[in-house]
């Protein structure tokens, strides 16, 4: 009995709430969740970029990202609470992480109204938009769509989303696959990004040659940091993308027809984004049609265990 008092105080060695103590008990151990990859791969690139491309990103606009995002995870969490067990509601929080680091890595703005907004709707998309568990929207997709609609339509705050931002070096692009590769075999939904990026690759193709333009052009369109960014993170996002895999390829083939269209016919630089925000709440419909099992982040014997320290 003394014993077992004893392991509690060290893994919880503050009076907690019941409600936190899931999040200092150290339950889950370190990268068996897939977020965790996503996590540290994400804060790679961000600080790759920082110190090597010489962005114009402002700490405290990254400041302002994580704190709006985290804040509003927490308040929506309150306002909406999860069907499931205690744990849930903290370990959103690295969800929450992931938008953050996302809308850090691609969202530019020259004042910080944008930023805040575009963190705010991210995160209380997921919580607005859901059915049976699942968001319509990828949330950082969501809340730089959005920003950059107001910014068109309604302000002028100068929103963008920096496309060029890693240049041209092919070294950027195989760091790209490499831990894109890692966190897709991790998610195991690798069939979508492939998916994805062929149908891309081959319509980019076909236009080339039929324009006589030279390879390297083609090679300029596809080895760009945004869109590896996109179709190797916000693309496969196992909550808002369908679950069984039949779907998943129509799905990601869908979005990069219309991504196509967008970039081509329209000229629009942001088109990918675009794309995928239109495409993205036929989801339902797709999950409707291909019944298949719902993506855990946890394996279930963690999930199991972590419930029952959420439940005493």
């Keep these: 009995m003394v014993n077992q008092k004893a392991m509690q105080l060290w893994k919880l060695p503050l009076v907690l709430p019941r409600s936190l103590s899931p999040l200092f008990a150290l339950s889950i151990p370190p990268f068996k969740d897939a977020r965790d990859y996503q996590i540290l791969f994400l804060s790679v690139f961000l600080l790759l970029g920082v110190s090597t491309r010489d962005w114009s990103l402002k700490p405290i606009a990254i400041a302002l990202t994580f704190s709006i995002c985290w804040l509003t995870q927490m308040a929506m969490v309150s306002l909406f609470p999860p069907a499931s067990q205690n744990h849930d509601r903290w370990l959103s929080l690295k969800s929450a992480t992931i938008t953050a680091l996302g809308l ?9 109204g944008a930023i805040i907004c575009a963190s705010f709707l991210a995160i209380a998309s997921k919580f607005i938009f859901r059915t049976n568990g699942k968001h319509w929207f990828n949330p950082a997709n969501f809340g730089i769509v959005v920003v950059l609609l107001l910014d068109t339509f309604v302000w002028d705050n100068h929103a963008w ?15 790209f696959l490499g831990f894109g590769g890692i966190v897709l075999k991790k998610v195991g939904r690798w069939d979508t990004s ?10 980019e193709g076909l236009r080339n040659f039929w324009l006589g333009w030279t390879w390297d052009v083609l090679a300029h369109r596809l080895t760009s940091g945004s869109l590896l960014l996109f179709a190797l993170f916000m693309i496969t996002d196992p909550r808002s993308i369908p ?5 998943r390829l ?3 083939m869908a979005i990069a027809v219309l991504a196509f ?3 081509n016919v ?15 709440p036929l989801t339902v419909l797709c999950d ?3 019944n298949a099992p719902r993506f855990q982040w946890l394996p279930k014997r963690h999930s199991a265990h972590s419930a029952l320290l959420s439940n005493p």
């Design 104 to 112: 850090s890595l691609l969202l530019r703005s020259d004042g910080y």
């Design 250 to 252: 129509i799905w990601a």
């Design 288 to 290: 409707r049609l291909w």
């Design 194 to 203: 492939f998916m994805f990026l062929a149908s891309y690759a081959l319509l």
């Design 243 to 247: 679950n069984a895999k039949t779907a």
């Design 266 to 280: 329209f000229f629009n630089a942001d088109a990918m984004f675009y794309a995928l925000f239109l495409i993205s």
């Design 161 to 175: 989303v920096s496309n060029g931002q890693w240049g041209e070096d092919s070294l950027y692009a195989l760091v």
């Design 261 to 263: 269209i967008f970039r």
